[in-house]
């Protein structure tokens, strides 16, 4: 079971080893295996006002320290394939690479992720069906891959999540093929564009949905966390907060243990 967990930006060592550790002796205590999750760079932003990053270089080198400091494994999204092919030559390949939901069928990208030896986790794009996902899969060989939910289009700024398709991804791919499901439980309570210049969101909801993902089986969560989201450079108002870590991540262990 995995808890791939982390701010939506790296934005300091400090930071992240902060974050990293908090999360780290919790999953431990509870019996996950823990991913810090950081972006060096936040392509797909709303507007072109919206913060994006450290920056390729100096963004994946902090990670790279989080992970040495902190102890830690990691899970980075990147974006093209020059990036990949960096850092595998730099020898700083992270344990997960992660493929954005705008980007999951992206041939090319995909490929050269699996082609690293790392878990590569496929983000579910929010335009798909569940039963979409196959088509993404058989570009993968089926091992070393993750796929994740992170909620689907409903109507004009606004996401929702459909448990029977989370159902449904579990049986076919995680139960039938091996491959781990996950929820991603901060960008599915998302206002994808919601505030005009960037994306709003609930993040109130995040424990109501983390609940109900462990309740129908979901063993493996992602979720964004910050010390303080309203000032977080990007996905502010859908970032969980670092105080609550430890009291929802204890809620959802207990849901799993009743089942």
């Known amino acids: 079971m995995r808890i791939i967990a982390g701010p939506c930006q790296i934005e300091s060592v400090e930071q992240g080893v902060k974050i990293a550790k908090h999360c780290k002796d919790l999953c431990n205590a509870l019996g996950y295996d823990y991913y810090f999750k950081a972006s060096f760079d936040k392509a797909n932003r709303s507007h072109a006002t919206g913060k994006r990053g450290l920056g390729f270089v100096i963004g ?3 990670i790279t320290d989080v992970s040495e400091m902190a102890n830690v494994k ?4 990147f974006h093209d394939v020059r990036q990949i092919k960096t850092v595998f030559k730099w020898g700083k390949v992270p344990d997960i690479i992660q493929i954005p939901a705008f980007l999951c069928r992206q041939t090319d990208l995909i490929k050269e992720a699996m082609s690293t030896g790392s878990t590569v986790n496929i983000k579910k794009g929010q335009f798909l ?3 979409d996902v196959a088509g993404i899969l058989s570009k993968t060989g089926m091992e070393n891959v993750l796929i994740t939910e992170r909620g689907t289009c409903f109507g004009y700024n606004n996401l929702v999540v ?7 991804m579990i049986n076919e791919y995680q139960k039938t ?17 919601g505030l005009g210049l960037s994306s709003g969101g609930n993040r109130e909801y995040v424990p109501y949905l983390l609940r109900a993902a462990a309740s129908v089986g979901v063993e493996n969560f992602f979720m964004e966390v910050h010390e303080d989201p309203d000032n977080s450079p990007s996905d502010g108002p859908n970032i969980l907060h670092l105080k609550d870590f430890e009291n929802v991540l204890k809620s959802v262990k207990r849901i799993q243990r009743a089942i």
């Not at 990691?74 to 999204?77: A, E, F, L, M, Q």
């Not at 459909?162 to 449904?168: A, E, K, P, V």
């Not at 991603?184 to 998302?190: G, L, N, P, R």
């Open 60 to 62: 994946t080198g902090m």
């Open 74 to 77: 990691t899970c980075v999204d």
């Open 129 to 131: 069906a569940p039963w």
């Open 162 to 168: 459909d448990f029977t398709g989370l159902i449904y």
């Open 177 to 193: 093929h091996g491959v781990p499901i996950v929820f991603d439980a901060t960008h599915s309570v998302q206002k994808p564009g």
